[in-house]
């Protein structure tokens, strides 16, 4: 079975600065995918930025971009020029893939985040 | 496309009552999950299909719990009967395979009393 672990339950940040929230999975698979969702307070589930396993080259989504280190199992998201809009919970998913349809996400217990003005 | 409908928004019952929560996934989607979302344990896979058919039901808690996908474009979460340690955010999502990102809906809110 895999796990996703988030260490940090809660982190703040000013606005306009750089933050680095942190994500490690543990999996025998060699191939999945990762992926950073947000959930702002209206409670909707919004994919931030998703990781191939099979790609070295990290994935960016404009202020948004990841760290990702396969031997280490270590998933990192860095969001750059921060955003009051920025201010939700995120959290780290791991999937496999299936020869038909999708796997279940499998979540980290998410990190909240706060920009503060 | 109006995304994944799930309906009702907020649900207050008695303890003891059936509750029913609804689901449209967006239409062309083949994979339609269930997952419930607590303080204590974070968001959790309650069960899955996959071209209408049951694929992992592992999560759901008790037989308390039961789920249906009659056709494409319908799912159904069903408690019965409701307890309060049921109160949680359910929130149905569905994707198409080779898209890879799940589309969640805006979630039920349950709250048993």
């Known amino acids: 079975a895999q796990t996703v672990t988030q260490s940090q339950p809660e982190m703040s940040v000013q606005e306009a600065e750089t933050v680095t929230l942190s994500c490690t999975y543990d999996?025998?698979?060699?191939?999945?995918?990762l992926f950073w969702y947000k959930q702002p307070p209206s409670r909707q589930m919004i994919l931030v930025i998703r990781?191939?396993?099979?790609?070295?080259q990290n994935a960016t989504e404009n202020r948004f971009s990841v760290n990702f280190q396969k031997a280490a199992k270590s998933f990192s998201l860095k969001i750059s020029d921060s955003q009051l809009g920025d201010t939700a919970m995120y959290f780290c998913a791991f999937m496999k893939p299936r020869a038909f349809g999708n796997e279940k996400l499998t979540f980290g217990t998410g990190t909240r985040l706060t920009i503060i003005p | 496309d109006a995304g994944v409908i799930q309906s009702p928004r907020h649900e207050v019952t008695e303890m003891g009552q059936e509750v029913t929560l609804r689901c449209k996934p967006i239409s062309g989607h083949n994979s339609l999950f269930w997952y419930r979302q607590t303080m204590m344990r974070g968001l959790e896979l309650l069960i899955y299909?996959?071209?209408?058919?049951?694929?992992?039901d592992s999560g759901m808690p008790e037989d308390r719990f039961s789920a249906k996908m009659p056709n494409a474009s319908f799912s159904t979460l069903k408690i019965q009967p409701s307890e309060p340690r049921d109160s949680a955010v359910y929130f149905c999502?569905?994707?198409?395979?080779?898209?890879?990102?799940?589309?969640f809906g805006q979630g039920t809110r349950l709250t048993v009393v």
């Open positions: 990781q191939e396993a099979y790609k070295q």
């Open positions: 299909f996959n071209n209408n058919v049951p694929i992992d």
């Open positions: 999996t025998s698979e060699s191939n999945y995918y």
């Open positions: 999502a569905s994707s198409f395979k080779g898209q890879l990102e799940a589309f």
